[in-house]
């Protein structure tokens, strides 16, 4: 088909009446605004011809064309795939010969008696146009076409009934079925929670959309592949309510994730054995050595005999403290959640380390509102603070420390942030930094965030941390409201 946006234009006229074409012909050239070639076919078999070469930019078809009718030549060029628009031509109205020719293909239809030269003016500028918006549509249907099928994520539509209507090659192979198969099909049957799709379809009912809900599919030979499922209301040409969805599978992914939580959990758990081992080591040593020196002594030195008595005493109560301690970091804490002013209980909090502040000349900065209360057992809550506020003090410079304490009401959040500006960490050491036992200090025995982070959970608080060598470290604090 030539291209309609620059004339001259090429138009067939096809009758098997010459006077009648020479009417045709006579008013399509007293049209303004257009040129015209016209040309003229006097029979179905030679206009079939003409328009298998494609040289023509509009048609005009009798109706009457001896055995056949204009209706029959343009259902044949369809299936020919001659892209042509056609108008049709009819000897009277005839209202059920026009519905046909309309649904066969035919862009308009006029009957000989009342042809005018607006009439002609108006239905060829109505074919052109009608010709422009349909081939942008088909180009936006095969640019959708070709994006549906070569997409790496699942695509399908559903109808108002929630059945597949369409879906793509993705979506075949995740749910192994072909696309006559999958046709149809209620859309609930293609996922592992019948009751869940129906929910989240019920929500793009109400809100038009639903973005990167987590579901499965659940296949054929039962396995499951995990995704996320974006769901959109659209509407076709005809009005009619649909569904689209895209399913991104993250299956893949999530077993990644999970080898590498399975590896990070193993590493977690043997620094932990090595940890504790070299807590428990020293003081055990000294209980040995002690023991063995209690072996050799003469039965009369109770001197000596006191010291390593003394020595043992004093190292079983060290590994006693150490494995109380440890428990203590892991226990789930029992709690009592009141509403308590957020300002009030920091202030609390900072009474506890007043003179580390008070030595080390930290500088205070605080932002609180008065308002802002959250739900806390005040008196455990206190003693995590206080973990917070001891960490961010030791890992300050006297004189030059500088901490920070903001209380910020979010929508869904109330956050506490306690910001220094001491030696800062790297994300290595800031990744395990709640492990028990882990600590950077020279002195410190790493139990203290590790209790403080057990305190939190029991309040449903989350910790998110930030933190530079050498330009300090923020902990964010997130309560649920």
């Given at each position: 088909?030539?291209?309609?946006?620059?004339?001259?234009?090429?138009?067939?006229?096809?009758?098997?009446?010459?006077?009648?074409?020479?009417?045709?012909?006579?008013?399509?050239?007293?049209?303004?605004?257009?040129?015209?070639?016209?040309?003229?076919?006097?029979?179905?078999?030679?206009?079939?011809?003409?328009?298998?070469?494609?040289?023509?930019?509009?048609?005009?078809?009798?109706?009457?064309?001896?055995?056949?009718?204009?209706?029959?030549?343009?259902?044949?060029?369809?299936?020919?795939?001659?892209?042509?628009?056609?108008?049709?031509?009819?000897?009277?109205?005839?209202?059920?010969?026009?519905?046909?020719?309309?649904?066969?293909?035919?862009?308009?239809?006029?009957?000989?008696?009342?042809?005018?030269?607006?009439?002609?003016?108006?239905?060829?500028?109505?074919?052109?146009?009608?010709?422009?918006?349909?081939?942008?549509?088909?180009?936006?249907?095969?640019?959708?076409?070709?994006?549906?099928?070569?997409?790496?994520?699942?695509?399908?539509?559903?109808?108002?009934?929630?059945?597949?209507?369409?879906?793509?090659?993705?979506?075949?192979?995740?749910?192994?079925?072909?696309?006559?198969?999958?046709?149809?099909?209620?859309?609930?049957?293609?996922?592992?929670?019948?009751?869940?799709?129906?929910?989240?379809?019920?929500?793009?009912?109400?809100?038009?959309?639903?973005?990167?809900?987590?579901?499965?599919?659940?296949?054929?030979?039962?396995?499951?592949?995990?995704?996320?499922?974006?769901?959109?209301?659209?509407?076709?040409?005809?009005?009619?309510?649909?569904?689209?969805?895209?399913?991104?599978?993250?299956?893949?992914?999530?077993?990644?994730?999970?080898?590498?939580?399975?590896?990070?959990?193993?590493?977690?758990?043997?620094?932990?054995?090595?940890?504790?081992?070299?807590?428990?080591?020293?003081?055990?040593?000294?209980?040995?050595?002690?023991?063995?020196?209690?072996?050799?002594?003469p039965a009369t030195d109770t001197a000596n005999k006191e010291i390593y008595t003394d020595i043992v005493q004093r190292n079983s109560l060290r590994i006693n403290d150490l494995i109380g301690q440890l428990l203590?970091?892991?226990?789930?804490?029992?709690?009592?959640?009141?509403?308590?002013?957020?300002?009030?209980?920091?202030?609390?909090?900072?009474?506890?380390?007043?003179?580390?502040?008070?030595?080390?000349?930290?500088?205070?900065?605080?932002?609180?509102?008065?308002?802002?209360?959250?739900?806390?057992?005040?008196?455990?809550?206190?003693?995590?603070?206080?973990?917070?506020?001891?960490?961010?003090?030791?890992?300050?410079?006297?004189?030059?420390?500088?901490?920070?304490?903001?209380?910020?009401?979010?929508?869904?959040?109330?956050?506490?942030?306690?910001?220094?500006?001491?030696?800062?960490?790297?994300?290595?050491?800031?990744?395990?930094?709640?492990?028990?036992?882990?600590?950077?200090?020279?002195t410190g025995v790493g139990l203290g965030l590790s209790s403080a982070m057990a305190i939190l959970r029991s309040h449903n608080a989350t910790v998110d941390i930030e933190s530079e060598p050498g330009k300090g470290?923020?902990?964010?604090?997130?309560?649920?409201?």
């Amino acid at each position: 088909m030539l291209s309609i946006t620059e004339q001259p234009f090429n138009i067939l006229v096809v009758d098997d009446d010459e006077d009648d074409f020479f009417i045709t012909s006579s008013l399509l050239k007293e049209i303004e605004h257009y040129q015209f070639n016209i040309f003229w076919s006097s029979s179905y078999k030679t206009a079939l011809q003409e328009l298998q070469n494609s040289s023509y930019h509009l048609v005009f078809a009798d109706y009457r064309l001896g055995a056949k009718t204009g209706a029959d030549l343009i259902e044949e060029a369809i299936i020919n795939g001659i892209d042509i628009p056609i108008i049709l031509l009819t000897g009277n109205g005839n209202v059920e010969i026009d519905k046909a020719a309309m649904e066969k293909g035919a862009y308009d239809y006029l009957i000989k008696s009342d042809i005018t030269l607006h009439s002609l003016e108006r239905s060829v500028r109505y074919a052109f146009t009608r010709y422009k918006s349909l081939k942008a549509l088909q180009k936006s249907e095969n640019k959708y076409r070709t994006m549906f099928e070569n997409s790496k994520d699942a695509m399908f539509t559903v109808n108002e009934a929630f059945e597949v209507v369409d879906a793509n090659d993705i979506t075949l192979q995740i749910i192994g079925l072909d696309k006559t198969q999958v046709t149809g099909v209620p859309i609930n049957e293609l996922f592992k929670n019948n009751h869940e799709i129906q929910q989240l379809f019920q929500q793009v009912i109400e809100l038009n959309e639903l973005i990167d809900a987590e579901t499965e599919i659940q296949t054929l030979d039962g396995r499951e592949h995990s995704g996320l499922l974006t769901i959109t209301k659209e509407k076709d040409a005809d009005a009619k309510v649909y569904y689209q969805c895209v399913f991104h599978d993250i299956t893949e992914l999530k077993k990644a994730e999970q080898a590498n939580l399975l590896a990070e959990k193993f590493e977690a758990t043997q620094r932990f054995v090595k940890m504790l081992a070299h807590e428990i080591r020293n003081p055990l040593n000294n209980i040995l050595l002690s023991i063995e020196g209690l072996s050799v002594l003469p039965a009369t030195d109770t001197a000596n005999k006191e010291i390593y008595t003394d020595i043992v005493q004093r190292n079983s109560l060290r590994i006693n403290d150490l494995i109380g301690q440890l428990l203590e970091s892991f226990k789930i804490v029992d709690i009592e959640l009141r509403k308590a002013n957020a300002k009030d209980l920091i202030q609390d909090a900072l009474v506890s380390v007043y003179d580390r502040l008070t030595l080390k000349r930290v500088t205070m900065r605080k932002e609180m509102d008065e308002l802002v209360t959250i739900k806390a057992d005040e008196e455990k809550l206190k003693l995590a603070l206080i973990n917070f506020f001891v960490n961010a003090i030791e890992a300050m410079e006297e004189n030059e420390g500088i901490l920070t304490i903001i209380v910020v009401e979010k929508q869904n959040t109330i956050d506490i942030i306690i910001k220094d500006n001491g030696c800062g960490m790297d994300e290595s050491q800031a990744q395990r930094l709640f492990e028990p036992y882990f600590t950077t200090k020279r002195t410190g025995v790493g139990l203290g965030l590790s209790s403080a982070m057990a305190i939190l959970r029991s309040h449903n608080a989350t910790v998110d941390i930030e933190s530079e060598p050498g330009k300090g470290t923020q902990f964010t604090i997130s309560f649920p409201k």
